[in-house]
Structure formats: structure tokens, C-alpha cells
């Protein structure tokens, strides 16, 4: 019996440590408590902001207008409701093809957004935005 | 030189008259307007007091056209600030726009109220009712919070 039984007691301390672990929360990738008031950025959508928004709109541009306006690096430390109205105001630009600007265009026309990034963007807005909402 | 004088007259005359056959493109009013953000009733009547006297004729479908608002080239400073008005912000739209372009305008409110930039000095120049007091500007201001807060918690 003796053997049997300290068999079955490492068992159920196998399977123990079986169910603390999956009741461990997740915290590999995003913080939940965080999710739901600061914007997050995909990979590829990082990356379409790093080539083509950047230039202008980060705190060492030459253009104070943009510089005001949106600062990409900055966002995480803006109000919730500041957060909503950049992605509104994405979405608008980006509606209108008004971003980048045709004036910088016009000498850098590698920098205009495909098609596939609008249409990137503006989901990944949009996804932003709704969770921001709840 | 009299001449001279008396040519430059007429040509000036000659294109004051002319320019007044260009179009302005003022855009027109509407009297019906049933997304307004006064009918909604979700302003207090001092805001809308203050909303209706100085924010209404560039950034609503009712503007109160003067009578210089008539006549070339004036017209056309009209027109284009009209247009950018209620291209920027229509408050005879408010009902239309979703949650996040509320709280966008709410933001833009704020900071243009709050920072004097509006309502437009060349606008109260014509209209001193229009000028905002401090005072007004801060209930203003407060507002925006407040409608951004419950906007987020409904």
C-alpha cells in the first residue's frame, strides 16, 4: 500500500500544480487593466506610422503645426478622451486622403499611404476607438 | 493727371460692379433641423445662449446674413468662412455625429474657446455681442468636460 500511496500523492501534486498554473492570469502581450484607455499599435501598423507619419509629427519636427497637432510617441500619456478624438481625427484624414500633406508630397511621393494602408488604418482605428468606447 | 484720375475711377467702379456677378457660394440655410444640438435639449439654456449668439453663424445651417453679406468681396470672406465652419464643426448636425466625433469636437471646442482663438476676432469685430466674456468662456470649457464625461459613461 505505502508505495501506492506515495505514488498517488506526488499525482495529485502533479495534477496540483496543473491547476494553479492554469489559473495563472496571462501576462505575456497586454495588460487588461490597461486595455481599455490607451490606444494599441500593431507591428505592421507601427510601421506605417514610422515611414510615413513620423517625419512631422514628432517633438523634434521642423513643423510646429503638426508637432502641435499630434505627437505619436505622446499618445499613451493623453486622456482617454483625447485618445478617441486622434483615432476620430485618423479616420477623417484619412478619409479625405488629406494626410500626408500634398505639399510634402509633391517632393516625396514615396510617402503617400497605399491602399492597403488606408484600409490597414482605418480598421485599426476604428478598432481603437470602439474599445476606447466602452 | 485728372484724366488719369478720372480713367482709374471708372475701372475701379467697372470692377466692383463686375465682381458682384461672380458667385459667392454662400451655402444656404436650413430651417428644419432636427439633429441640432440645441433641440436635443442636452445644452442648459445659457449655454445655447451662448452657443446661438457667438459659435451659430459660421458653424450652423442658420446664419443671420447681413446685408453686406451681399456684396463682393465681402461675400466671399463670408462664404468661405461659413463653409469652413460648418465643414469644421456643424452644431445643426450634432444628433449625426458618432460618440468619437463627438468627443473630438467636444476637444476642439474646448481648446478654441479656451485658448481665445474662437470665436474669430474678425467676426466680432462685426458682431461685439459675440465676444465671450471669461466667465463665458470657462462655462464653455466646463461643459465640454462635463458632455465628454457623460458621452464615456453612457
Redesign the interface.
Known amino acids: 500500500m505505502k508505495p501506492h500511496g506515495i505514488f498517488l500523492a506526488l499525482a495529485g501534486l502533479v495534477l496540483a500544480t496543473f491547476f494553479i498554473q492554469a489559473k495563472k492570469p496571462a501576462t505575456v502581450g497586454r495588460n487588461h487593466l490597461m486595455a481599455d484607455t490607451v490606444i494599441e499599435f500593431t507591428p505592421e501598423v507601427r510601421s506605417i506610422i514610422d515611414q510615413k507619419c513620423l517625419g512631422c509629427h514628432n517633438p523634434d519636427a521642423k513643423n510646429e503645426k503638426a508637432k502641435e497637432k499630434l505627437q505619436w510617441d505622446a499618445i499613451a500619456k493623453l486622456s482617454k478622451a483625447k485618445q478617441i478624438a486622434i483615432m476620430d481625427e485618423v479616420l477623417e484624414v484619412l478619409e479625405k486622403g488629406s494626410m500626408p500633406p500634398e505639399k510634402f508630397l509633391a517632393n516625396r511621393p514615396e510617402k503617400k499611404l497605399t491602399e492597403d494602408e488606408v484600409k490597414l488604418l482605418t480598421e485599426w482605428a476604428n478598432a481603437n476607438a470602439d474599445r476606447l468606447l466602452k | 493727371m485728372k484724366r488719369i484720375g478720372k480713367f482709374l475711377a471708372a475701372a475701379v467702379l467697372v470692377i466692383m460692379i463686375g465682381i458682384q456677378f461672380i458667385p459667392s457660394n454662400i451655402p444656404e440655410n436650413k430651417t428644419d433641423n432636427p439633429d441640432d444640438i440645441i433641440e436635443s435639449g442636452v445644452v442648459s439654456e445659457e449655454v445655447a445662449i451662448i452657443l446661438k449668439t457667438s459659435c451659430y453663424d459660421c458653424h450652423s445651417n442658420q446664419t443671420k446674413l447681413p446685408w453686406y453679406s451681399k456684396i463682393a468681396p465681402v461675400s466671399w470672406l463670408i462664404a468661405k468662412d461659413m463653409n469652413e465652419g460648418r465643414e469644421e464643426l456643424n452644431f445643426s448636425e450634432w444628433g449625426n455625429y458618432p460618440?468619437?466625433?463627438l468627443?473630438?469636437k467636444?476637444?476642439?471646442i474646448s481648446e478654441e474657446v479656451g485658448e481665445e482663438e474662437m470665436p474669430l476676432p474678425i467676426y466680432t469685430i462685426m458682431h461685439g455681442e459675440a465676444k465671450l466674456s471669461a466667465d463665458q468662456r470657462k462655462l464653455i470649457v466646463e461643459w465640454t468636460k462635463n458632455e465628454?464625461n457623460r458621452i464615456?459613461e453612457n
Open positions: 460618440k468619437r466625433r468627443i473630438k467636444l476637444e476642439g465628454t464615456l
